[in-house]
């Protein structure tokens, strides 16, 4: 089992631009969650992705949009990219109300 | 509104002693808690949750966590550390029924050094 895998590792982009960061949930597992982690703070929820469309979301701007694939997968989009979009963003994938969500290794992004 | 609080921005404990990270958390309706912990650079890894029943409950590692429904409280609790064990440890919570699909509030994060 290849648990919760993330892609790209780390990522470098300018003010202004646009990145897709792509999430393959663990097998099983049917519910996509994202969090972003900035330097020295606990992840903050942005949204979940349950059959295809987004269940829940967090307190962030339209700017950050996501997708969910047939086979579970994912994409966060962010547009218009901010310094302060520089962090650490987090994949978790998870089935059922009561089970906890499994956390992929995280992908990096720095906004210049 | 729920939120989760780990009082503590580090913990500093020498090798074979007890280790102990607080988490007070405030919720409305039942929480489901639970204990991750982040490796550098790494992703979260689960170390164990509270969904209801026994108020101790054991996990990954050799950690356990005992729920207080009175003190709102969710300590994360080692008999004796390992070096190993250094990391930064995060306390998160769920509340149901009224946000029943997954999205975790997480605290601040407390890091953890283990001293040999």
């Known amino acids: 089992d290849a648990g919760v895998t993330q892609s790209p590792t780390h990522l470098i982009k300018t003010r202004g631009q646009q990145v897709t960061l792509r999430c393959s949930p663990k097998?099983?597992?049917?519910?996509v969650s994202w969090y972003q982690q900035a330097l020295g703070q606990g992840p903050q929820f942005i949204f979940q992705y349950y059959e295809e469309e987004e269940r829940q979301r967090g307190n962030f701007p339209d700017r950050f949009s996501g997708h969910q694939f047939p086979n579970y997968s994912s994409e966060l989009n962010v547009n218009a990219l901010l310094l302060g979009d520089s962090a650490l963003y987090l994949c978790a994938s998870s089935t059922g109300r009561t089970n906890e969500q499994f956390f992929g290794p995280g992908t990096r992004l720095t906004v210049l | 509104a729920q939120s989760v609080a780990q009082p503590e921005d580090q913990v500093n404990v020498a090798e074979g002693n007890p280790l102990t990270v607080k988490c007070t958390y405030s919720?409305?309706?039942?929480?489901?808690l639970f204990w991750y912990v982040q490796y550098p650079n790494r992703g979260l890894q689960f170390l164990l949750k509270y969904i209801t029943g026994d108020n101790l409950v054991k996990g990954s590692y050799g950690f356990e966590a005992e729920f207080n429904k009175s003190q709102t409280s969710f300590h994360l609790k080692k008999p004796s550390a390992l070096v190993s064990d250094s990391a930064l440890y995060f306390c998160?919570?769920?509340?149901?029924?009224?946000?029943?699909?997954?999205?975790?509030?997480f605290g601040a994060g407390t890091q953890v050094v283990v001293t040999p």
């Open positions: 919720v409305s309706g039942n929480p489901y």
């Open positions: 097998s099983g597992h049917d519910t």
């Open positions: 998160a919570v769920r509340a149901l029924p009224t946000d029943s699909w997954g999205k975790l509030q």
